[in-house]
Nanobody, 114 residues
């Protein structure tokens, strides 16, 4: 059974930083691409960042230069380092992984106060 558990969210002032973690069981991050998505109140879930099995990364324009996705294969954990946070980054952040079938975590709340 695949399980993804996000952590690291919280309340932070604008300009601050947070690091989110996504720990997996039942699936190996070294063999799949893993993404971070976010969903703000009243908005659709949107793509934030992805890291390929080989380590290549890609980002949404809105977070490029501020967020960094990385992974530790030994810990089977993917991270999202978020710097220079803005009010508009407030959302529930989810990690997603898989190939034919995709798996989602339960999400972690990030709130940025202006």
């Amino acid at each position: 059974q695949v399980q993804l558990v996000e952590s690291g969210g919280g309340l932070v002032q604008a300009g601050g930083c947070l690091r989110l973690s996504c720990a997996a069981s039942g699936i190996n991050f070294s063999g799949t691409a893993t993404d971070w998505y976010r969903q703000a109140p009243g908005k659709q879930r949107e793509f934030v960042a992805t890291i390929m099995s080989g380590g290549n990364t890609n980002y949404a324009d809105s977070v490029k230069g501020r967020f960094t996705i990385s992974k530790d294969n030994a810990k089977n954990t993917v991270y999202l380092q978020m710097n220079s946070l803005k009010f508009e980054d407030t959302a529930v952040y989810y990690c997603r992984t898989g190939r034919i079938r995709f798996y989602w975590g339960q999400g972690t709340q990030v709130t940025v106060s202006s």
